[in-house]
């Protein structure tokens, strides 16, 4: 939740290529007051159901810039495994993954709240501010 002196920050990811939330996509959310400041872990989260991370940490006092590290390549090599039960004859058709991880950084002011949805597809991904 957002107050007068720091911003929120919330996330949600979705499959595009399944047409739906991707469950299970570990997330670490980061902050820095300043260009020129250090990063500070703050914790992280994982996707819901939904694929939303209900539960990421407050941002301190100060804080202008936000990342948001998504650990995708468990999610996709979880999903290859599962298609390869499914169809044994694709076993050898799939690729490795691409992006391994995605990391999106954004500048944020006081009182504001940031919703930052990932769609994400095997070989590229989007995000935007959302509300």
């Not at 469950?23 to 939904?50: F, K, M, P, Y």
């Not at 991880?101 to 709240?113: D, L, N």
Request: proline letters at 7%.
């Amino acid at each position: 939740m957002s107050t007068s002196t720091t911003a929120s920050v919330s996330t949600h990811v979705l499959d595009t290529s399944a047409g739906r939330p991707a469950e299970g996509i570990a997330v670490h959310l980061s902050a820095r007051g300043g260009r020129e400041a250090n990063w500070q872990a703050l914790g992280g989260s994982a996707t819901d159901a939904d694929g939303r991370c209900k539960d990421l940490p407050a941002l301190p006092e100060g804080t202008t810039h936000v990342r948001l590290d998504f650990a995708v390549e468990p999610y996709f090599e979880k999903k290859q495994a599962d298609a390869q039960q499914d169809a044994p004859a694709n076993r050898d058709s799939g690729a490795a993954v691409f992006f391994p991880e995605v990391a999106i950084t954004f500048a944020v002011v006081p009182g504001e709240h940031y919703h930052v949805p990932l769609l994400l597809n095997p070989f590229g991904y989007s995000v935007y501010r959302g509300s």
